[in-house]
């Protein structure tokens, strides 16, 4: 399975190996006729990993205790974030919210009624941030750089949208809200509400596959950058030239490396942000 090295994305595709110093190969096996492959391994790390995180955070923050130690801290804080900035005053109060979005308290509430969506907005912001960070890695990769992989996240976000929005509203209010209410005339309104319902159903869909477009994009392009200037050392190495590239290629390495380090973040963060104004607006049709 291992690709030519004429493929200028070989080092951004999935393959049913690890690829080892040395140009060794650790193989993954195939179980049941299905071929398990690097990225299925590495989201199961991302998986594992969270799931043991969070177990640990849980178990200390049980009965209200305050949870203390650095590590432990550390991951509080970004859930309390993404609670109090992100979910709470993006979703609001559903049909109770008389005030819009809520975007004018921003004093934490205990039993907040958007506190029933941050279990999934979570799930997308870490697993989606882990797995962009295992391609920090040597030798791994990001499974985000996977359009497969990404469309599934953004398929999973679409069902949850139209579940959390069908049981709010009811499963056929839900799809007919999308079109918002007109005051028009009868022989107008029979016209134009079905015009205008196919155009926001149209819109509903393309978001969520841009949920997935950019992610992919995103976290893919870094690693391809990053390629590309190892591939100048490469170019170089039997010119006069080597000397001068393979120091500012390494130089440029180090900088596109801090930079996805900070894409890492910003992208798992757009990802549970938009999943969350896609609930919001779900949840609280206008």
């Known amino acids: ?52 995180v969070f177990r640990g955070l849980a178990k ?27 979910v709470r005053p993006t979703i609001g109060y559903g049909h109770h919210d008389d005030h819009g979005h809520g975007h004018h308290d921003h004093t934490p509430k205990v039993g907040h009624p958007a506190d029933k969506y941050l279990p999934f907005v979570l799930s997308c912001f870490f697993y989606v941030l882990i797995c962009n960070l295992l391609g920090v890695f040597p030798w791994m990769g990001s499974a985000t750089g996977e359009l497969n992989v990404t469309i599934a996240l953004a398929f999973t976000t679409f069902c949850a949208v139209v579940f959390y929005g069908s049981r709010e509203q009811g499963p056929v209010q839900f799809w007919l809200s999308l079109a918002p209410p007109m005051e028009l005339p009868f022989f107008l309104k029979i016209i134009l509400v079905p015009m205008l319902w196919v155009i926001e159903l149209a819109g509903f869909l393309i978001k969520h ?37 393979m120091p500012s290629s390494i130089l440029a390495q180090v900088l596109i490396g801090l930079l996805e380090l900070f894409v890492a973040f910003l992208q798992a963060y757009v990802f549970a942000f938009l ?12």
Do not use: C
């Open 1 to 52: 399975m291992a690709a030519g090295h004429s493929d200028n994305f070989h080092h951004v595709r999935d393959f049913g190996h690890f690829e080892l110093p040395g140009q060794y190969h650790l193989d993954l096996p195939v179980i049941f006729g299905l071929q398990i492959t690097k990225f299925m391994v590495l989201q199961l790390v991302a998986v594992v990993f969270l799931f043991l």
């Open 275 to 286: 999943a969350t104004l896609f609930i919001g607006a779900a949840v609280n049709p206008h």
């Open 60 to 86: 200390r923050a049980a009965g209200g205790q305050v949870v203390q130690g650095r590590w432990w801290n550390f991951w509080e804080s970004i859930v309390l974030y993404m609670r109090d900035e992100v």
């Open 209 to 245: 596959a841009v949920l997935a477009i950019r992610l992919f994009a995103n976290i893919m392009a870094g690693h391809t950058v990053i390629a590309v200037f190892l591939g100048f050392i490469a170019l170089t190495a039997e010119s006069g030239m080597w000397a001068i590239v």
